[in-house]
Antibody, heavy 122, light 110 residues
C-alpha cells in the first residue's frame, strides 16, 4: 500500500546535527512533491520544507532556513532532512507528507508517515 | 510567515453542525484556492479532509465541506458524530512558495 516511513529521530544536543529519512513505497515516488511538517509537544502543525518531484526546487520555513536542507534520492525512493545547528525549539515529531497531485506542491498532503521524534536537549 | 488564525475550540452535540473558521491574509488564503483542512486524532498523523478549498479526497465523508470568502476559509461538519472529535488544522499555500498552518481547533462532541 501507499506508505511513508520516517526514521532517524532521537535525542541530540543543541548545536549538533541530525539527518532524518523518509522511505516511500506503493507509489511512484519520483512523480510527487514531498513536504516535511513538524509538531512540537502539545502544539500545532508547522510546515518545515518542501521539495519538487525532481528535486529542482526547494522551499523552507523562515524558522529553519539556512539550518535545514531537504533532499531526495529518487533512485532509492527516499526523502531526507539534514538538520544543522539544532535548537531546543526544534524539538518535535517530524512527519513527511506527499503532495496529492503528481508534479505539484500546491494541493495538500494526502499521505503522511507516522512521524519520528527529535528531542534537542543537553 | 504568521500562522493562520483558527478558534482554539468549538463544540457541538451529535447530529448538529459546526463551522471552523481559518483567517489569513491576501498573501495566503486570499491569494490562491490552495486551502486544505486536516483532522488529527491524539497520537496519530494528520489526515487530509479537504483540498483546494472545497474538494473532498476519496473516502472522506460528505458530512465535511469547505468554503472560502476573501481571506477566510471555513470547514463545516454536519451531522456531528463522536468520531469527529479531534483537532482540525487549516493550511494554505502562500505567495512566498511556502505553506502555513493554522493554530488548530479542538472539536469536542458533547
Amino acid at each position: 500500500q501507499v506508505q511513508l516511513v520516517e526514521s532517524g529521530g532521537g535525542v541530540v544536543q543543541p548545536g549538533r546535527s541530525q539527518r532524518l529519512s523518509c522511505a516511500a513505497s506503493g507509489f511512484t515516488f519520483r512523480s510527487y512533491g514531498i513536504h516535511w511538517v513538524r509538531q512540537a509537544p502539545g502544539k500545532g502543525l508547522e510546515w518545515v520544507a518542501v521539495i519538487w518531484y525532481d528535486g529542482s526546487q526547494k522551499y523552507y520555513a523562515d524558522s529553519v532556513k539556512g539550518r535545514f536542507t531537504i533532499s531526495r534520492d529518487n533512485s532509492k525512493n527516499t526523502l531526507y532532512l539534514q538538520m544543522n545547528s539544532l535548537r531546543a525549539e526544534d524539538t518535535a515529531v517530524y512527519y513527511c507528507a506527499r503532495d496529492m497531485i503528481r508534479g505539484t506542491i500546491y494541493y495538500g498532503m494526502d499521505v503522511w508517515g507516522q512521524g519520528t521524534t527529535v528531542t534537542v536537549s543537553s | 510567515q504568521s500562522a493562520l488564525t483558527q478558534p482554539a475550540s468549538v463544540s457541538g452535540s451529535p447530529g448538529q453542525s459546526i463551522t471552523i473558521s481559518c483567517t489569513g491574509t491576501s498573501n495566503d488564503v486570499g491569494a490562491y484556492n490552495y486551502v486544505s483542512w486536516y483532522q488529527q486524532h491524539p497520537g496519530k498523523a494528520p489526515k487530509l479532509m479537504i483540498h483546494k478549498v472545497s474538494n473532498r479526497p476519496s473516502g472522506v465523508s460528505d458530512r465535511f465541506s469547505g468554503s472560502k470568502s476573501v481571506n477566510t476559509a471555513s470547514l463545516t461538519i454536519s451531522g456531528l458524530q463522536a468520531e469527529d472529535e479531534a483537532d482540525y488544522y487549516c493550511s494554505s499555500y502562500t505567495t512566498n512558495n511556502n505553506w502555513v498552518f493554522g493554530g488548530g481547533t479542538k472539536l469536542t462532541v458533547l
